[in-house]
């Protein structure tokens, strides 16, 4: 099985960044996809970038330009660098990765609120 677990949230003044980051354990070698995902109160979870299964990268129309996901695959962590931060911003910021023949594993979730 895959274990992940999400760090770097917190409290942040617009304009600002945070990284955040999602160490990754256990089955490695089967996770097929990874990404980001937050949900904000009284919303659904939505997606905000992700590697598809061939390595492509992709991003929400809401973070392009803003946001940038990486992973270090020596380090077996995947991270969001977040930047120019919005209020707008603010949620639950989850992990999320798919593996065979698990499927879907979530992290905890780590809060980032954008604030002045």
């Known amino acids: 099985q895959v274990q992940l677990v999400e760090s770097g949230g917190g409290l942040v003044q617009p304009g600002g960044s945070l990284r955040l980051s999602c160490a990754v354990s256990?089955?490695?070698?089967?996770?097929?996809?990874m990404g980001w995902y937050r949900q904000a109160p009284g919303k659904q979870r939505e997606s905000v970038a992700g590697?598809?299964?061939?390595?492509?990268?992709y991003y929400a129309i809401s973070v392009k330009g803003r946001f940038t996901i990486s992973r270090d695959n020596g380090k077996n962590t995947m991270y969001l660098q977040m930047d120019m931060l919005k209020p707008e911003d603010t949620a639950v910021y989850y992990c999320n990765a798919f593996s065979r023949p698990d499927g879907s594993t979530w992290g905890q979730g780590t809060q980032v609120t954008v604030s002045s």
């Open positions: 256990g089955s490695i070698f089967s996770i097929m996809a």
């Open positions: 590697f598809t299964d061939s390595g492509s990268i």
